[in-house]
């Protein structure tokens, strides 16, 4: 298979992202004293920017690799709501999946830019799971959008309340019922309700907190090894596949393990690399391709946005470009 023939099969492909959507927003200015009131800088405010984030971020790199990707989540009855949608739209994403709140707050992260450095973080958010209602009123969305038809599910687990139990179990059963991939990026709650799917993908330290274990994986893998064969052991998953920063990533399947060593990069930000890694994971198993070939493209793309400064999609042709000369050469 060609590099081009892999992309080309991306086109096909329709994928479902459940998960806790944001909105990432930006004030950038430069600064050239510090305040009289305090001892901070003041910004001289030059530009303001909204970026659609957290698990719309997941489907930005699926739009950006030309699949079709629909969002299925939960935002506020509230100016963030509003501004969410309004992305959605210029970016010609389907608001099918998106169900409205009165009872929540959009997550929205405010981030201030000084002089290119950044200064300040101001999140916007609720973190209570869902009510009753509004699990009933997702799940019924996403069994609308299942109907359609739907190569893969993502599920985007930010922390924010939206994947319950109940919800993470009941996606999970009708992607079983229907043979359709599932793939996760987890968080440490509800790190184990995620039986049964396709790949999990946690990275490092979520591996180390989802188990309560510690070890050094700069002294011996074999801490590490053990630590997921438990987790298999407790979910029952097909894929492990774990990021491991610096030292790259690892994948296994059965009794089959590789470890793909990092690229040499010159790191901007790490922001929003997951969101790239697990949908390009996501769309490589749709194509059938092995796990370790899923895990090489996987690797490269994280590499690549986090050459590039704030949350980003992944660049399709550059990627193209890595996957020939280093997966394909």
Known sequence: MNVDNIFEQFTHKRVLVIGDVMIDAYLRGNVSRISP??????????????????????ALNLLALGAEPVLCSVVGDDNGGRTFRNLLQKRGLSEKGIVESSDRQTTVKTRVIGNNQHLLRIDEEETTPLNAKEEKDLLDRLKSILEDGIDAIILEDYNKGLLTPHVIRKTIELANERNIITTVDPKKENFFEYQGVTLFKPNLKELKEGLN???????SKDGFERAVDALEDRLNNKISFVTLSEHGVFVKEGK??????????????????????????????????????????????????????????????????????????
């Open 37 to 58: 009131e305090a001892p901070v800088p003041i910004i001289n405010l030059k530009k303001s920017e909204d970026r659609l984030g957290g698990a719309a971020n997941v």
């Open 213 to 219: 274990v510690e070890f050094d994986i700069n002294q």
């Open 256 to 329: 089959e393990k590789t470890y793909i060593p990092a690229h040499i990069r010159n790191i901007a930000d790490v922001s929003g690399a997951g969101d790239t890694v697990i949908s390009v994971a996501t769309l490589c198993l749709t194509i059938g391709l092995p796990p370790k070939d899923v895990a090489e493209i996987a690797n490269l793309s994280g590499g690549l946005v986090c050459e590039v400064s704030g949350v980003v999609p992944v660049d399709k042709e550059r990627l193209k470009a890595e996957v020939q000369k280093v997966v394909l050469a």
